[in-house]
Nanobody, 131 residues
Framework: QVQLVESGGGLVQSGGSLRLSCVAS????????MGWFRQTPGKEREFVAA????????FYADSAKGRFTISRDNAKNMVYLQMNSLKPEDTAVYYC????????????????????????WGQGTQVTVSG
């Protein structure tokens, strides 16, 4: 059974930091592109960050640039999202996702921003930033 399980969410004050983790199981994810998305009630799922299977390329939403860092450890089937300088508007459920077929180099930056590109999703972890 393929599973993605997120952890590390919680309540933090504005300006604080959190590190989200996602562990994958049930298949080998080392060749998958991985992404983080977030969602608030009544809104569509929003792209946050993504990373190529090798880890060599990272992509960020404008809202995450300079504050969030995505990384991965293929030996452990893990992907991380380090979030610094958190703001109340970062409050959301954060989801980890895996894309079995990493897009080619010409389209990867665009395609990994799309929720429909991903094949597997975790259940999400709540991040709440108090103002």
């Amino acid at each position: 059974q393929v599973q993605l399980v997120e952890s590390g969410g919680g309540l933090v004050q504005s300006g604080g930091s959190l590190r989200l983790s996602c562990v994958a199981s049930g298949r080998t994810f080392s060749r998958d592109a991985m992404g983080w998305f977030r969602q608030t009630p009544g809104k569509e799922r929003e792209f946050v960050a993504a990373i190529s299977w090798s880890g060599a390329r990272q992509f960020y939403a404008d809202s995450a640039k300079g504050r969030f860092t995505i990384s991965r450890d293929n030996a452990k089937n893990m992907v991380y999202l380090q979030m610094n300088s958190l703001k109340p508007e970062d409050t959301a459920v954060y989801y980890c996702a895996a894309d079995k077929h990493e897009p080619d180099t010409w389209t990867i930056a665009e395609m990994l921003r799309l929720p429909g590109q991903y094949d597997y999703w975790g259940q999400g972890t709540q991040v709440t930033v108090s103002g």
